[in-house]
């Protein structure tokens, strides 16, 4: 199971929305054991419960139950994130929707069902509705309502004279602050629902935005994709394991005893992290091995037998016939071949 994250820029946010409201963002800080120079990178990983605990703090500092809420519908996505840039440079709310899920780590990274979206549209219930998968979702029911928060803050900022949400179904019980969602969604909410979910109206499923230009779409686009692959590399131990493992190819044979003492971790434990990632030591060293190995015969800048060094074999032949298992081919018929 991943360890949850949440992007820096929307930590940044809390504190400043909250300083507007009185509370001394050096505290904030403090209690949740960040420094500034934490935070500097909008796009530097803050951990989950970090967030939670500062989200909380500032609660109890403004005496404001309803101030996850206020943020997400007060301050602009697209100021902290640059998924707030790929979306509205997207050209329709579906195409918005499909850039949301494709980056939505990016902004909070939460366990999402192994092969599920975070957001679903779908049609039920006489309506459209666009459908949060995020599990065990009363744990934080802050993101709960900052996820809501953020759609019906964009499109009234963007649509005032359009209504978007006509409805929310929250699973969390009602809290003290119900009321506020009232005020602030400006549309019915129904707690202990069995899912969390907000109806849209249909328009916006044909309705084109304004958008902006492909080239800035691409940019936007390229941006986010390089961050999604630090994140993913950061953050999954299968990443964490091929850096390692990466850097210590050529002493040869690698025991997944070494990389969990060198991770802090029994073997068993890396052994159930992986699991979890649909993912094994063995597949993933291979993996690794046929990678570089490639890379280094279609450069021709080595001999076979020095790309047998660098991968980790002591003798040619065992990795002349690893290289043929992988490719189909010897390290001599591939390497004429890229040619």
Do not use: C
């Not at 916006?204 to 935005?209: A, C, I, N, S, V």
């Not at 304004?210 to 994140?231: C, N, P």
């Amino acid at each position: 199971m991943r360890v949850g994250s949440v992007a820096a820029g929307f930590v940044q946010n809390f504190i400043d929305f909250a300083e507007l409201k009185g509370v001394s963002g050096d505290v904030l800080l403090s209690n949740a054991g960040l420094t500034p120079n934490d935070l500097v990178d909008q796009d530097a990983r803050v951990p989950l419960d970090t967030y939670i605990k500062l989200v909380r703090d500032a609660v109890k500092l403004t005496n404001d139950p309803a101030l996850p809420l206020r943020v997400s519908t007060e301050t602009r996505i697209e100021n902290i994130s640059i998924v707030g840039l790929v979306i509205h440079s997207s050209k329709s709310m579906p195409d918005s929707m499909e850039q949301l899920n494709r980056y939505s780590k990016l902004m909070v990274e939460v366990d999402v069902m192994s092969g599920e979206e975070r957001f679903s549209i779908i049609e039920d219930r006489g309506g459209i509705w666009i459908v949060d998968n995020r599990p065990n979702p009363n744990l934080y029911p802050e993101l709960t309502e900052t996820s809501f928060g953020w759609f019906i803050g964009e499109f009234r900022r963007h649509f005032p004279d359009r209504s978007f949400g006509l409805q929310i179904e929250v699973t969390h019980k009602q809290p003290e602050h119900a009321q506020s969602y009232d005020e602030i969604f400006r549309i019915p909410t129904h707690f202990e629902a069995d899912r969390n979910a907000m109806e849209i109206d249909p328009i916006w499923l044909t309705t084109d935005f304004v958008a902006e230009t492909s080239y800035v779409f691409g940019v936007f686009a390229e941006r986010a994709d390089a961050l999604m692959k630090k994140l993913e590399t950061q953050t999954s131990m299968r990443g964490r394991i091929e850096a390692y493992v990466m850097t210590n190819l050529h002493r040869g044979e690698i025991g997944i005893e070494e990389v969990a003492a060198e991770m802090g971790m029994s073997r068993q434990t890396l052994y159930r992290r992986l699991r979890d990632e649909d993912a094994t030591f063995v597949k993933i060293h291979d993996e690794l091995r046929h990678r570089m190995a490639v890379d280094y015969i279609s450069a021709r800048k080595v001999s076979v037998n020095q790309t047998a060094y660098l991968v980790g074999f002591s003798e040619p032949s065992p990795f002349i016939r690893a290289f043929r298992r992988w490719t189909g081919q010897t390290p001599a018929e591939y390497r004429l071949l890229a040619t």
